[in-house]
């Protein structure tokens, strides 16, 4: 591999890194002004599966909110 070639790649590489990280600042400013999303039917939906599942298994620390004894 001749060194033109890792110099493209590596170029190719750090504006692909500058374009992720335009395009993220970008969301995230459309969140800080809109809001996130609404919950979807099956975002509600894993919200009860995981409320039924918590309370059938209580000892059983499902979302690893409570701290290991």
């Known amino acids: 591999m001749h060194i033109a070639?890792?110099?493209?790649?590596?170029?190719?590489?750090?504006?692909?890194?500058?374009?992720n990280a335009i395009m993220s600042a970008r969301l995230r400013i459309v969140d800080w002004i809109y809001g996130p999303e609404p919950p979807t039917p099956a975002d509600r939906q894993r919200e009860t599966e995981?409320?039924?599942l918590?309370?059938?298994?209580?000892?059983?620390?499902?979302?690893?909110?409570?701290?290991?004894?």
């Not at 070639?5 to 374009?19: E, K, S």
């Not at 209580?58 to 290991?68: E, P, T, Y």
Request: avoid cysteine.
């Open 5 to 19: 070639d890792r110099f493209v790649r590596l170029l190719l590489r750090i504006v692909d890194a500058v374009a």
């Open 50 to 52: 995981k409320g039924r």
């Open 54 to 69: 918590q309370r059938a298994f209580a000892q059983i620390d499902i979302d690893k909110r409570r701290s290991r004894r």
